[in-house]
């Protein structure tokens, strides 16, 4: 399993596969669905990159137990 910098203030849609334990095309349909919702945590989309903010992502991640 890949390490993740806990340092970054973004997470990449890689980085998001692996917390939550999806595919590649799931991830990808999530979070522009989280996208154009703009909730439970925003996402910013340059171009046709996704960058999830690290510290609204995982708050919702930890609200999720």
Excluded: H, N
């Amino acid at each position: 399993m890949e390490m993740i910098q806990t340092d970054k203030k973004v997470y990449e849609v890689a980085e998001i596969q692996t917390l939550l334990g999806i595919g590649r095309s799931c991830a990808y349909s999530f979070l522009l669905d989280v996208y154009e919702k703009r909730e439970p945590f925003p996402v910013i989309k340059v171009g046709r990159l996704f960058k999830i903010p690290k510290k609204p992502f995982d708050k919702w991640l930890d609200g999720c137990d």
